[in-house]
């Protein structure tokens, strides 16, 4: 089964699948309308220059994304659609830094703000 958040060949999830491939659970019902502007928003951050990896086992698990430009690093963490969700801008440096890099921008809360935020106010 493709893991419609890491991305596939439809542009668009297919409804939640359980059990044997092809079988929708009756229980699941239609996808939320934030579940789906959240999946709309992780795919253009794809388009953007995110990767994202799955950072748990589970077809739930939280994801890390990371994009990087010449003159930042961007990670975001998404995990669910609660307020545990952040990311954070720092500037790249060519010289190794003491403590990581510094950070410039940071955001936290639910799936749909940071990845809003990251896509909107953070450009490359």
């Known amino acids: 089964m493709v893991d419609p958040w890491l991305g596939g060949a439809r542009s ?22 934030d579940l789906t502007a959240a999946m709309r928003l992780l795919d253009l951050a794809k388009r953007r220059g995110f990767s994202f990896q799955r950072v748990a086992a589970g077809p739930d698990g939280p994801l890390w994304g990371v994009r990087e430009s010449l003159e930042y690093r961007d990670t975001v963490y ?18 190794i830094v003491p403590g990581g890099l510094a950070v410039i921008a940071r955001v936290s809360g639910d799936a749909l703000s940071v990845l809003h935020t990251v896509i909107s106010d953070w450009s490359t």
């Open 78 to 95: 998404l995990a669910g659609f609660g307020d545990s969700c952040s990311a954070t801008r720092a500037h790249r440096a060519s010289l």
């Open 12 to 33: 668009h999830p297919e409804p939640y699948r359980h059990g044997r491939p092809g079988r929708i659970d009756p229980g699941a019902g239609p996808m939320s309308s």
